[in-house]
C-alpha cells in the first residue's frame, strides 16, 4: 500500500505562486512515476503533470512554461511549483504515484485562483 499526503494549496491572487508538495510513504517501488492531476466537481481528473524516477517530465499544454514538476527520490516527494497562476486553474489537485501499472491517490488539495 502507499499513502499520499498533499499539501501548499490556498488562495491566491491571479499572476502569483503556489508550491504544493507531496509526501509518498508505504511500499514505494524504486521506479515509479508520480504526478500531479486537477479535478473540478462533475469533470474527469486531467493530468497536469508527471516524473519519473530518472526525472523525465511531462505537461499539459495548458500549463507548460508556468508550472515545474520535481521530485526528491530520497525523501520520496513530488512538488508543483505553479507561477503565473490564473483563474482557471482553480480545482482540487491531487497527487498520485504510478508503480507496476497500479496508481495511488492523495486526498488532494484545493487551489483557489482569485482574479
Known amino acids: 500500500q502507499v499513502q499520499l499526503v498533499e499539501s501548499g494549496g490556498g488562495l491566491v491572487q491571479a499572476g502569483g505562486s503556489l508550491r504544493l508538495s507531496c509526501a509518498a510513504s508505504g511500499s514505494i517501488f524504486s521506479a515509479n512515476v508520480m504526478g500531479w492531476y486537477r479535478q473540478a466537481p462533475g469533470n474527469q481528473r486531467e493530468l497536469v503533470a508527471t516524473?519519473?524516477?530518472?526525472?523525465?517530465?511531462n505537461y499539459a499544454n495548458a500549463v507548460s512554461g508556468r508550472f515545474t514538476i520535481s521530485r526528491d527520490n530520497a525523501k520520496n516527494m513530488v512538488y508543483l511549483q505553479m507561477n503565473s497562476l490564473k483563474p482557471e486553474n482553480t480545482d482540487v489537485y491531487y497527487c498520485s504515484v504510478v508503480q507496476s501499472l497500479y496508481a495511488y491517490w492523495g486526498q488532494g488539495t484545493q487551489v483557489t485562483v482569485s482574479s
Open positions: 516524473i519519473s524516477t530518472g526525472g523525465s517530465t
